[in-house]
């Protein structure tokens, strides 16, 4: 069977986690702006460039490593699993370490690993590194690591790509091949393109003093820096609970607003909407302390004024009328996601998708692909 229709198929049961990422990551382009006459020069050609040496990179890298293709997986860092060098922040991971089930059936077992990587080596999973249910994220970073040494796995580290765009091939079937460039203006070619870069840019609304806050990304993880504060926390998922969690023993508030309803990963089912391991201001704010839970809509009318080093959000939401919220605060931290980085294309575009990949939930594989 077809490479990569198998891999689709055996993948994405499994991997749960990863299809966060892969949602826009692990996207095969069959067309990109063409840049039509023009010729460029290239150093270094392969069937299969992957960019991004995160889990859904390693994994397709996997696949084509062990079918014997001609492919290369660039990753702008040095290391494999970058993403959790720094994230999750406070560095414990949401996705489960189940070690046992009473079961022998491996599929089963499989399916209840939200953190293993499918490969043939049974040792190469995550149970072995961490009896935690929830790990520690260096944990998966040191077994990324492995995954990729010990499949030897043809990664080219601190090769950030860029500059991606399509050149006219009348020799190949899809009359064009890929070309993109690294940060010192090296030129590579591929006939098959998977971007798994993943979601790391942080979503920054536009409003009147959005530079007054501080986010997610950069929030410093040492909770006595919080000592006595009062804290607001744009955002309610789960980076904006993992935030509240790990200071709310030192503030004097943490308040916290988004425009939805907190949806209950136990209530919907969805690995993505808020955990219990990171729902503690749910229990304090339900059990009347000063913590405190709104529904606001951060529209482009909203501003966040600043007076005597204290800091006041002011939305047109009527709903966010609330005497609590009036106060001002002495941090604001935007934990609001993060966003695909598009820059990376010579013509960012929203990428045109087929077959699969207009569910944005599934990898989009070509048929054909080889
Ligand atoms: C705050 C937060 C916490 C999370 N916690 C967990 C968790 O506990 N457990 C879990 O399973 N999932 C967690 N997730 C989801 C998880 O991050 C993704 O599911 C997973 O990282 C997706 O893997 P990926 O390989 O698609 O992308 P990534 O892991 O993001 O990997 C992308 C790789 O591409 C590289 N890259 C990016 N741009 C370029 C470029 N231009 N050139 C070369 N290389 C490039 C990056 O350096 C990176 O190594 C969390 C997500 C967030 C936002």
């Not at 840049?35 to 995160?54: K, R």
């Not at 290391?79 to 079961?103: A, D, E, M, Q, V």
């Not at 998966?140 to 080219?156: A, G, I």
Request: charged share 20%; with cysteine.
């Amino acid at each position: 069977m077809d490479l990569v229709r198998t891999l689709t198929m055996q993948f994405f049961p499994k991997r749960i986690f990863i299809q966060f990422g892969t949602i826009f990551a692990l996207l095969v382009f069959n067309s990109l702006t063409k840049v039509d006459g023009q010729t460029q020069q290239t150093s270094s050609h392969h069937d299969y460039c992957i960019i991004g040496a995160g889990p859904s990179g390693l994994q397709m890298g996997y696949f084509l490593e062990k079918s014997g293709r001609d492919y290369i997986i660039f990753e702008r860092t040095n290391t494999s699993g970058n993403f959790f060098t720094k994230y999750p922040r406070h560095r414990t991971l949401i996705s489960i370490n189940k070690r046992n089930t009473g079961r022998t059936n491996k599929e089963f077992n499989m399916r209840h690993d939200w953190n293993s990587l499918l490969s043939d080596k049974e040792h190469l999973k995550l149970r072995y590194y961490s009896k935690e249910m929830f790990p520690h994220a260096d944990v998966l970073v040191k077994y990324l690591s492995d995954f990729q040494r010990m499949n030897n796995l043809n990664v080219q580290f601190n090769a950030e790509m860029s500059n991606i765009q399509t050149v006219r091939n009348d020799s190949v079937k899809e009359k064009h091949t890929f070309t993109m460039s690294d940060q010192y203006n090296n030129k590579y070619a591929c006939r098959w393109l998977i971007v798994a870069t993943g979601l790391w840019k942080p979503n920054i609304p536009k409003f009147d003093g959005i530079e007054l806050t501080q986010g997610y990304e950069s929030i410093s993880i040492n909770a006595d820096d919080f000592e006595g504060k009062s804290v607001l926390i744009l955002g309610r998922g789960n980076s904006a609970f993992e935030t509240a969690n790990a200071i709310y023993g030192a503030t004097n508030v943490v308040h916290m607003i988004a425009r939805s309803r907190v949806r209950l990963a136990w209530a919907t089912h969805y690995v993505g909407d808020l955990r219990a391991v990171n729902n503690g201001v749910l229990d304090t704010y339900q059990l009347k302390s000063l913590d405190g839970i709104a529904e606001a809509f951060l529209s482009d009318e909203t501003k966040l004024m600043s007076k005597n080093g204290k800091y006041q959000l002011v939305t047109d939401d009527e709903f966010f009328d609330n005497f609590a919220f009036r106060e001002s605060y002495d941090v604001i931290i935007r934990c609001l996601g993060f966003t695909f980085d598009d820059e990376l294309f010579y013509n960012p575009y929203s990428p045109p998708l087929f077959g699969m990949a207009q569910s944005w939930k599934r990898m989009a594989i070509c048929e054909n692909a080889g």
